[in-house]
T-cell receptor, first 110, second 114 residues
Framework: TQLLEQSPQFLSIQEGENLTVYCNSSSVFSSLQWYRQEPGEGPVLLVT?????EVKKLKRLTFQFGDARKDSSLHITAAQTGDTGLYLC??????????FGKGTMLLVSP | GAGVSQSPSNKVTEKGKDVELRCDPISGHTALYWYRQSLGQGLEFLIYFQGNSAPDKSGLPSDRFSAERTGGSVSTLTIQRTQQEDSAVYLCASSLVPYTGELFFGEGSRLTVL
């Protein structure tokens, strides 16, 4: 069974602060996705990273895929209250369904 | 519709009763997934349908759980003889590209078993 461990499980910060959340595994993934889920809604895809070492930026969010394709990080610069939500990483390996981590719950206070 | 539609949005039932949860995927999406989300547990894979292929049922937790997909579109997840541990949010997702594509999720069906 491929497992994805996310850390921290919960993060509470003030608006304007920077933060990084992590997604780690002992398994190699062909690609990795990050989703954000807001209360009462389903997860929404933020990004897909495919190449080891790849860095993708989405406004204030920076996603990195580890060189060995076993881990990934999400860095948010100058967090805003609208960034509040559950951040989920999901690994894809061959012809199998996505493996999701348990998520990092981010709370950004004004 | 434009997105994945799930019903009911909330279901409260008594232990031992059967429940049916419905998912209407995005038109044209051949891949359909059911996940279960319990508090603090992330997304647990339940079952996957792809076109006319046999479904991947490897995630179903017990034989009380079953799902079908009629006409390659609407899917129903059935839980028989519900238990309190079945309480969770059941999420349906569809995808245009199987395995590697973006998953589009519905808002989920919150099941509470008393």
């Amino acid at each position: 069974t491929q497992l994805l461990e996310q850390s921290p499980q919960f993060l509470s910060i003030q608006e304007g602060e920077n933060l990084t959340v992590y997604c780690n595994s002992s398994s190699v993934f062909s690609s990795l996705q990050w989703y954000r889920q807001e209360p009462g809604e389903g997860p929404v895809l933020l990004v897909t990273v495919v190449t080891g070492g790849e860095v993708k930026k989405l406004k204030r969010l920076t996603f990195q895929f580890g060189d060995a394709r076993k881990d990934s990080s999400l860095h948010i610069t100058a967090a805003q209250t609208g960034d509040t939500g559950l951040y989920l990483c999901a690994g894809i390996s061959g012809y199998s369904t996505l493996t999701f981590g348990k998520g990092t719950m981010l709370l950004v206070s004004p | 519709g434009a997105g994945v539609s799930q019903s009911p949005s909330n279901k409260v039932t008594e232990k031992g009763k059967d429940v049916e949860l419905r998912c209407d995927p995005i038109s044209g999406h051949t891949a359909l997934y059911w996940y279960r989300q319990s508090l603090g547990q992330g997304l647990e894979f339940l079952i996957y349908f792809q076109g006319n292929s046999a479904p991947d049922k490897s995630g179903l937790p017990s034989d009380r759980f079953s799902a079908e997909r009629t006409g390659g579109s609407v899917s129903t997840l059935t839980i028989q003889r519900t238990q309190q541990e079945d309480s969770a949010v059941y999420l349906c997702a569809s995808s245009l590209v199987p395995y590697t594509g973006e998953l589009f999720f519905g808002e989920g069906s919150r099941l509470t078993v008393l």
